[in-house]
């Protein structure tokens, strides 16, 4: 199947820095990619859907100034926690379609940020 | 809107023994269904998808599932537990590929 890779998998950062995320789609190309989060023993929560050369589309409830999307290739999409406070560490995730249509998601392997 | 409802969020079998994980949806239409298994600190791995055609559907590892329309239902089985099955299980669905929406996840645990 198709290859997505986030980087980096692990984070510790002081409070008040701001944090990079990294997802590639290895093998294809993604217009869309997809930023969950998620919670310990909980379901994943879409944050915001990453359209390549336009501006993400963010749920209701995420801050779009605290979270900043950017998905500036067909392989690459970023997602920059600003001013991290503790209350947002937590697990990302990014996923991404390899076709359009019902294809399935493939998802990269999270990156655990904890903000001390 | 479509919701994804898991039955139990701990599950439990023996080695050997058949592991049954449920889920059912709602939805105006049929949707599209997956099932995905994370291990601790890791992705979503995919395990098995119903788009169209036959409703009994093979998985990686030995695990299946079935579409029924009638009940709304995907459950996830396998006839014969390992211990490499102990993970989080969830359970989707998408009607446009676009938009998934994902079941609160059940969780595995497999007795030596």
């Known amino acids: 199947g198709a290859v997505v890779s986030q980087h980096p998998s692990w984070v510790i950062c002081k409070s008040g820095t701001s944090v990079k995320i990294e997802c590639r789609s290895l093998d294809f190309q993604a217009t869309t990619m997809f930023w969950y989060r998620q919670f310990p023993k909980q379901s994943l929560m879409l944050m915001a859907t990453s359209n390549e050369g336009s501006k993400a589309t963010y749920e209701q409830g995420v801050e779009k100034d605290k979270f900043l999307i950017n998905h500036a290739s067909l392989t690459l999409s970023t997602l920059t926690v600003t001013s991290a406070h503790p209350e947002d560490s937590s697990f990302y995730i990014c996923?991404?379609?390899?076709?359009?249509?019902?294809?399935?998601?493939?998802f990269g392997e999270g990156s655990r940020l904890t903000v001390l | 809107a479509q919701s994804v409802t898991q039955l139990g969020s701990h599950v439990s079998v023996s080695e050997g023994a058949l592991v049954l994980l449920r889920c059912n949806y709602s939805?105006?239409?049929?949707?599209?269904l997956f099932w995905y298994v994370q291990y601790p600190n890791q992705g979503l791995q995919l395990l098995l998808k119903?788009?169209?055609?036959?409703?009994l559907v093979k998985g990686i590892n030995g695990f299946e599932a079935e579409f029924k329309k009638s009940e709304t239902s995907f459950h996830l089985t396998k006839p014969s537990a390992h211990m490499s099955d102990a993970a989080e299980y969830f359970c989707?669905?998408?009607?446009?590929?676009?938009?998934?929406?994902f079941g609160t996840g059940t969780s595995l645990t497999v007795i030596p």
């Open positions: 989707a669905v998408s009607r446009t590929g676009n938009q998934f929406y």
């Open positions: 996923s991404a379609r390899a076709v359009q249509g019902p294809g399935e998601l493939f």
């Open positions: 939805s105006s239409v049929p949707p599209y």
């Open positions: 119903y788009t169209t055609g036959a409703t």
